[in-house]
């Protein structure tokens, strides 16, 4: 037999419940625009830029090229895939991985990310639980095991209590990751107030900091553009256009528009 219902009362939800979204809800804010004021904007290497731009450039031959001619298209595949002195096989890049560790622009990059997401989710999640400890928020309109109550109930040691109530230090945490849409809605897509958009981007940060290898990429595009068939598209067009039933009726009848000055 279930136990009697718990009864909260309606201060809660005055005192402890919404106070927890509005400092969730302003940090965040404040944490996107103090984001943005210590944003660097990283430097672009030249070469980049001119290996991205030709990879562009090939791609864009490979699915426009058969609208011009078939000596124009040769011509630049020529440009690209020449066994000798094709821009594909000639031009070979290092790939030098950079060193977190030795480069100051990335600690620089590091600390800031420390000071503007870890220590206010440290410092804020601290004085909530100092400050509404021992609160039940809520409870989730479904039932839960027991192993949901050391993250739903952070907190409150009752082993009797049933495991759908929601403490407020879990409250808490779950406001930090549960208003994207509410940032997404204010701030836009691209903000940095989602905490959990930003906990993936530091879990995924090594694989990020990894430069991409130019020469694979060159590798992949000589492939694609080597295979690629000419067909112009453009080659009957004259006929096509002499052919075609073109009304011209009317066109030349109408009176043109009087100024009025």
Known sequence: MAGPELLLDSSIRLWVVL???????????????????????KKVELEQVSDSQVLIRSRILRENGKYIPK?????????????????FKKTKRKVVPKNPMTDPSMLTDMMKGNLTNVLPMILIGGWINWAFSGFLTTKVPFPLTLRFKPMLQ????????????????????????????????????????????IMQDQMTGAAMAMPPDPNKAFKAEWEA???????????????????????FEGIFDKEPKRSMF
């Open 225 to 247: 553009l080597e295979i690629v068939d000419h067909q112009w598209a453009l080659e009957n067009i004259e006929d096509e256009l002499i052919a075609r039933d073109l009304n």
């Open 19 to 41: 106070p927890i979204v509005f400092i969730t809800f302003f940090v965040g804010v404040i944490r996107h625009y103090v984001t943005q004021l210590l944003h660097s904007e």
């Open 154 to 197: 952070r907190g409150i040691e009752l082993l009797s209590l049933d495991a759908s109530w929601v403490s407020s230090a879990s409250w808490y945490f779950l406001n930090v990751f549960g208003l994207r849409s509410m940032y997404n809605l204010i701030l836009g897509q691209d903000n940095a107030a989602d905490q959990s958009r």
């Open 71 to 87: 000596q124009s298209f040769a011509m630049r595949k020529h440009y690209f895939n020449d066994p000798e002195t094709g821009f």
